[in-house]
């Protein structure tokens, strides 16, 4: 390349086709140097993007560019302009004002004696100082070469910066549910940065996430699959059908790569089929891909889709674990329920309390250990007779001390337990007699002595006592409930929980419409 410029005729026809471009930022009081660099750099390509030139001819307009281009890649800044030191004004408000590090900036001086490069080099936290006479057109375009490699390394590496810290995040909470998504997004960011891809990645999964099928009754429609999380244009995809996501020559290659259980590679995206022991199997799709991997990408790939689908297994494994045993707990508080004939009567007092948590503004774990505790709150009545609990004829005075004492019995059974769930449901078997004003059983705790999730089943047990139609009575109506339960508000109650149940009835009520017969 020489310093020449050389000008091609205009044409229409093969017309070079970009994958993006890099924005330079040219700072010059000299309109001629705007116009000199941009026909110096007219024809650069780097990594398939063109130039993109914007241009500010004094401090105050480059603020405010920079204030609101945060993805320019290089700065030609002049030193010299309506003061003596603006341009080193700017280079400072680039770094510690605007807290821009990834920016290259490079000082373009005319006068080099203004701002001497030793003191500039130590004093200012820049990439490269030239002086203008020197900067011919070969040695502009290498200089700008440098700087964009540069900066396109130090992106890539916050990236897998950013990428790394989603990961260790997300593996500090492996066996929470909800973490696998930002699990994927993390590995899928980082992938897609480490093989210079764009920002477009979406991971898809089937929509089965159940044991594996026998061979006759599993299928490989992509109509099964639905995209789990995704980025850049899949940001907003997540829930929606493969088919309805990628079309043509993509889900073609979706279809390839589902069939034969293998990567596909086209020019700028691959689909990698990630196997699983234990599910359907998943599928990666990642766009914007340099148009040649080499053999060691490749090979990245192939155990990053090994590694995202164990990983979203064991999560997977893990949901089944939790939720087998919330089963196992639900299944036992109905069985405690058999002789009193209120269908479902557990299920409905969960989801009440879950109401009650939500409106309370309970985290993710909160809601799970009050949900899942709440069923054994009348464990207690395993030690209680059956003709006591169950009977049409009223209890004996000795019958109704043993419907009392369930409570101890029910915290005797749990209280030794280590796991923080049997232990809080300990807590709510005891104390959900426990009355606000102090005269409730078995320890006559009051006010907020009593434990907050068994205030929370207190009032949810006694709205589905009241609302739900039983073998020895009707249901209320719910302006009845409400009126029962309100004069009891402070007494019996937490009044603060018996007036978010009266904010939430009728989401209550949603739940419990089959309570009603």
């Known amino acids: ?74 700065v030609l800044l002049d030193v010299v302009m309506e003061t003596d030191d603006a341009g080193l004004k700017i280079a400072d408000f680039i770094r510690n004002e605007a807290k821009n590090h990834f920016i290259r900036i490079i000082l373009r001086t005319g006068q080099p004696g203004q701002a001497p490069e030793r003191d500039v080099i130590i004093n200012y936290d820049i990439n490269d100082y030239k002086s203008k006479t020197e900067l011919t057109a070969q040695k502009l375009f290498t200089v700008v070469i440098a700087a964009l490699r540069s900066y396109r390394d130090i992106v890539a590496i916050n990236e897998n910066r950013i990428g790394l810290e989603k990961i260790i995040s997300a593996s500090a909470n492996l066996f929470r549910t909800h973490s696998v998504e930002h699990l994927i997004e993390g590995i899928v960011q980082q992938l897609s940065s480490l093989l210079g891809a764009g920002k477009d990645a979406a991971y898809l999964t089937c929509a089965v ?82 148009k040649r991997l080499n053999d060691a990408q490749k090979k990245l790939v192939e ?19 939790e939720d087998t045993q919330r089963e196992i707990i639900e299944r036992l508080g109905q069985a405690m329920e058999v002789g009193v004939g209120t269908e479902n009567y557990t299920l409905r007092t969960v989801k009440v309390c879950h109401i009650l948590g939500q409106a309370l503004g309970f985290d993710e774990e909160q809601l799970r250990l009050l949900t899942s505790a709440v069923p054994l709150h009348d464990i207690g009545n395993l030690y209680v007779p059956t003709h006591a609990l169950f009977s049409a004829d009223a209890p004996s005075a000795k019958d109704i001390d043993l419907i009392a004492k369930h409570t101890r019995f029910g915290y005797r059974l749990l209280k030794d337990s280590q796991r923080p769930l049997i232990k809080i449901a300990a807590t709510i078997a005891k104390e959900h007699y426990e ?83």
């Open 1 to 74: 390349m020489n310093d020449e410029l050389v000008f091609a005729e205009d044409s229409d026809e093969d017309e070079v086709q970009y994958k993006g471009s890099w924005k330079i930022l040219i700072v010059d009081d000299e309109p001629e140097i705007h116009t000199v660099t941009k026909l110096a750099l007219n024809d650069f390509e780097f990594q398939n993007k063109n130039l993109t030139f914007i241009s500010a001819y004094n401090g105050e307009q480059a603020r405010e560019i920079l204030l609101h281009n945060h993805d320019i890649a290089v």
């Open 209 to 290: 996430a159940g044991p594996r099928p026998t061979a006759e009754s599993r299928t490989d429609s992509l109509d099964n699959l639905v995209v789990f999380t995704g980025q850049g244009e899949y940001k907003n995809a997540a829930g929606k059908a493969l088919p309805n996501v990628l079309s043509g020559e993509q889900l073609e290659a979706c279809r390839v790569a589902l069939h034969e259980k293998t990567l596909v590679y086209a020019d700028e995206y691959l689909v990698a089929f990630c196997e699983s022991h234990t599910h359907y199997g998943s599928l990666l799709y990642l766009s914007g891909l340099p």
């Open 303 to 321: 155990i990053f889709s090994q590694n995202v689908q164990i990983a979203f297994d064991n999560i997977m494994l893990t949901k089944d674990i």
């Open 435 to 517: 009355h606000w004003d102090g005269k409730g059983y078995p320890n006559g705790l009051c006010a907020e002595n009593i434990h907050l999730y068994a205030r929370i089943a207190s009032v949810a047990i006694a709205y589905n006592v009241l609302r739900c139609q039983s073998k020895h009575a009707e249901a209320w109506p719910v302006p009845k409930v409400m009126s029962r339960l309100k004069e009891l508000s402070g007494s019996q109650f937490d009044p603060s929980l018996i007036a978010l149940l009266t904010e939430n009835i009728d989401k209550v009520e949603d739940v419990a419409l089959d309570c009603v017969r």
